[in-house]
Every structure is written in C-alpha cells, then in structure tokens.
C-alpha cells in the first residue's frame, strides 16, 4: 500500500530563516513519482515539484530545493532564506507509475501537510 | 491559473439536501480526478475518469457518484449530505504527457 508520512504538523521560523520540510513514504512499487504541493491561504493546490523513482538527483529552483533519498524513502523539501509569502500548507505526494495514459498515474496518496508559518 | 475549472467555488446547503460539482479540465486533457479535503482524512482521491470512463474508484461513498460527459467536463453528484460531507472537493485533470496533476481551485461545500 502507498503512504506518506509528513510527521511535521507545523512549523514556525522568522523570515529569511531556512527551512526543511520532511516527507516518508512507503510503496512496493519500483517506479513510482513523488510530489510537492503547496496550498496557501486561498485554497488552491499549486504544483511545486515531480519527481520519478529513477531520478535521486538533488533538483534545485530558486529558493527551493528537494533531496530525494530512496535509500531512506525521503523526498524532503528545503526553502532557504524563507519569506512571509511561502506561508502556506504544504503536501508531499506519491503516485503510482502507469503504463498507459488512462491509467491511475495520477492517484495521488497525500501526507497529511505540513503547515508552514513565517513572521515577518 | 492551472486551466481547470470548477463551479460552484462555494456552496452552502442543508442536511440531507443534493448537490452537483462541475470542473472542466485543461484543454486537451482526458483524465478527471475528484479529490476531498477535509480536516478528518486530508486530502483522499475519490474517483478517476478517463475519456469518460471510469478507471479508478478510491473512498467514495455509495452517496456520492460521478461522470465524464463527450465534451470532457466531469460532475460530481453528492446526495443525502451529511454534516461531515462539508469539505474542500478538488478536480484535477492530467497532463497527457507530463503525467502532473493540475488542480482547480476547489469547490468548498458547507453543510448545515
């Protein structure tokens, strides 16, 4: 069975403030895609990241970057020099790799979220 | 914009009352996901349709149905509601060959 494990409920650092968001999983799947979702204030989910199961390279955007472990199944996710604006929820995902385009690829197993806070 | 869109984005109703949830997904995209998010069991997938099939079912209730329609558009039929329905619900429609969810920004159903 897929789960992820987010064990961070909240977090609270003062701006420009690094930070890590932690993220376990679990599958017996040997290809499988990992997922960052953030969902600030307004609701909507926002794409962060994809990763497949073949890739462990370290992947950096910007202020964001993900370090993918399979030997430890992390997928954590650090933001560096933290903003007010990064305040939001944010979840870590995991689905199951298809082999047709109408497969369930897609099915995303959710964490439970991490909250992230930054004060001013 | 993730290009998917959902009606209503909020709706308030009573117990035992039927409601229906639109989305449009992206266009060109043939695979429709419903997502609930509550405060109880987090984000959970409920049902997949592709090209207007239906290709997965995950906690959906038996109260609770769904289809894809030719023009690709998908509704989301929740009947006899119960307070614990009330939920953030979350259609996505996935890109044929990036494989990434895009999520519309949620329909927020309050039962009273």
């Known amino acids: 069975a897929q789960k992820v494990t987010q064990a961070q409920t909240e977090i609270s650092v003062v701006e420009k403030e690094d930070v890590t968001l932690d993220c376990v999983y679990e599958?017996?799947?040997?290809?499988?895609?990992l997922f960052w979702y953030k969902q600030p204030p307004s609701g909507e989910l926002v794409f962060l990241i994809r990763?497949?199961?073949?890739?462990?390279q370290n992947e950096i955007s910007g202020r964001y970057s993900w370090n993918f472990q399979k030997s430890t199944s992390s997928f954590n996710f650090t933001i560096t020099a933290s903003q007010v604006v990064d305040s939001a929820v944010y979840f870590c995902a995991l689905s199951e790799a298809g082999h047709d385009r109408g497969s369930t690829l897609g099915r995303l197993y959710f964490g439970r979220g991490t909250q992230l806070t930054v004060w001013p | 914009d993730s290009g998917v869109t959902q009606t209503p984005k909020h709706l308030i109703t009573a117990t035992g009352q039927r409601v229906t949830l639109r989305c449009s997904p992206r266009s060109g995209d043939l695979s429709v996901y419903w997502y609930q998010q509550s405060l109880d069991q987090g984000l959970q997938f409920l049902i997949q349709?592709?090209?207007?099939?239906?290709?997965a079912k995950g906690n959906i209730l038996e109260r609770f149905s769904a289809q894809q329609f030719p023009d690709l558009h998908s509704e989301l039929n929740l009947s006899s509601l119960e307070l614990g329905d009330s939920a953030l619900y979350f259609c996505?429609?996935?890109?044929?060959?990036?494989?990434?969810?895009?999520f519309g920004e949620g329909s927020r159903l309050t039962v009273l």
């Open positions: 599958t017996r799947d040997t290809t499988y895609y």
């Open positions: 349709y592709y090209n207007g099939e239906e290709r």
């Open positions: 996505a429609s996935k890109g044929q060959n990036t494989g990434e969810l895009f």
């Open positions: 990763r497949n199961s073949f890739d462990e």
